[in-house]
């Protein structure tokens, strides 16, 4: 009995199979269906607005500002781009694909292929450069805007319908003011922010359209350091999130044609953006804040500890100038010499003796070597504080060293840039020690500001 009833069974099995399996055909054909008359609608609206569209891209909201493009499409599969971070209009061919649901891509380089160049130098950032974006995926599209994510890195970027003056002079005006925020060559290194009582030393990075600001908290006298995005604006810049220092709220500066400067421009808050070769004011106790939690301060590493495509790409950054960020001019050209020797990092040191601090080379025989034979040569400094702040110091030359390799030892003493940074550190002048963000510290020399270097805590 139970042989005949599954017997029974077994062609209302196949029939239910045969159904399963069509339905599953008719459903992604319909799905594809569905995919090619939205991107044929998507064809449609792109091109219709007679001046194109305008987007703000924004990278990454952690550490990058934000980057104005205007984009013409026309039907024959080019789009016309403008933009706040190239001088010149750029042309590329654009199209559709259904590679994640509906795609746009820009197929040839263009303004938007500038922003994903990993050649683009950025400090601490290897390979990936301004984080950009030439594929997007579609993920609304109304009368009046297209709404994409990037395809690579998932940030949001909505288009909306530009205007006559978006092409004719307000990308111009907003790289203008950009471009003026830049530091200016031979400029000192301090740039005073006052804001009604209060001050904030800024340092501008100009590829990443950031500002670190340093202040001191007017209770505690603390040293605190925070970060803020840069965006253009017809009359100068806009500040994301807004600077707040002791009370006060700042998120917008406008630029004076007559006096070329920039002045404070949000209501109720007067003040402009100076430079000084003299600190806005005292970073106090930083001598402090440099030492502790960490054995030492340091210049980015050169290559790293394995020979990986990461290490290799830091060797050839700190070699073609990536790392001149960290470091005054004077110091670059030496700072290269000595990658080419071996030199993988220079360090502060503070603990050898449990006094310091040390002035240390560390790295290797050679300078493509990536692997765990690596050296160093720490030689002694005396230090003097030169003045309660606690915030300005002044080295020496003890004549005291310590190596672990006499070769190692050898190749690095013989370099230029060995006599560079040893004069350097020892000059008589002094530093004054300026905390930034994310545990780095800058010293800068107290007779002329323009002379800086860059350490980070490790």
């Known amino acids: 009995m139970k042989k005949r009833e599954i017997l029974w069974l077994l062609p209302l099995l196949f029939l239910l199979a045969r159904c399963t399996v069509k339905e599953d055909y008719i459903f992604e054909e319909s799905a594809t269906a569905r995919i090619k008359a939205y991107i044929t609608a998507c064809e449609a609206t792109i091109t219709k607005p007679e001046y194109g569209w305008k987007a703000l891209f ?37 199209s559709f694909n259904e590679s994640q649901g509906a795609v746009l891509c820009m197929d040839t380089y263009s303004a938007l292929h500038y922003l994903a160049d990993p050649r683009i130098p950025r400090a601490g950032v290897l390979g990936v450069g ?13 009368a009046d805007s297209m709404v994409f994510t990037g395809k690579k890195w998932g940030e949001p970027v909505v288009f909306y319908p530009a205007e006559e003056r978006d092409w004719t002079g307000r990308m111009a005006a907003y790289r203008e003011h950009i471009e003026k925020m830049a530091p200016q060559e031979d400029s000192p290194f301090f740039r ?8 904030v030393n800024i340092v501008y990075d100009p590829p990443t359209r950031t500002i670190i600001y340093t202040y001191s908290d ?38 004076n044609q007559s006096t070329r400067m920039f002045e404070v421009s949000t209501p109720g808050v007067v003040g402009a953006l100076r430079y000084s070769n003299t600190p806005p004011f005292p970073f106090y106790k930083s001598l402090n804040m440099l030492r502790e939690r960490s054995t030492f301060a340091c210049t980015p590493r050169i ?15 700190a070699l073609i100038g990536g790392h001149s960020s960290y470091m005054t001019s004077e110091l670059q050209l030496g700072y290269r010499n000595l990658a080419l020797a071996g030199m993988k ?34 030689y002694k400094l005396n230090m003097e504080i030169l003045r309660d702040d606690e915030d300005q110091v002044r080295f020496t030359w003890a004549n005291e060293k310590q190596t672990d ?7 690095m003493s013989i370099q230029a840039g060995f006599a560079a940074f040893r004069l350097f550190i020892t000059d008589p002048a002094g530093f004054t020690i300026v905390p930034s963000a994310n545990e780095r510290f800058y010293l800068v020399n107290l007779a002329d500001s323009r002379r800086w270097l860059l350490l980070s805590k490790e």
């Open 192 to 199: 005073a922010l006052t804001m009604n009582n209060t001050a």
């Open 303 to 317: 290559g790293s500890l394995s020979g990986n495509i990461t290490g290799i790409l830091e060797l050839l950054l």
């Open 58 to 94: 924004e990278p990454n909201k952690q550490s990058l500002g934000g980057y104005n493009i205007v984009m013409k499409f026309a039907e024959d599969g080019n789009v016309r781009m403008v933009c706040d971070f190239l001088e010149d209009e750029t042309t590329s061919t654009y």
């Open 130 to 142: 301004l984080e950009g974006e030439f594929e997007f995926v579609i993920k609304e599209v109304t």
């Open 218 to 255: 007017n209770v505690s006298k603390e040293i605190l350091s925070a970060s803020t995005r840069v965006y253009g604006t017809d009359e100068g810049v806009r500040l994301s999130p807004e600077i707040r220092v002791n009370g006060v709220v700042l998120d917008r500066l406008r630029y």
């Open 345 to 378: 990092q220079f360090r502060i040191i503070w603990d050898i003796d449990g006094e310091g601090p040390w002035f240390s080379l560390f790295g290797a025989l050679s300078f493509a070597a990536m692997d765990d034979l690596y050296y160093s040569t720490s």
């Open 405 to 411: 390799n006499a070769q190692f030892d050898t190749n």
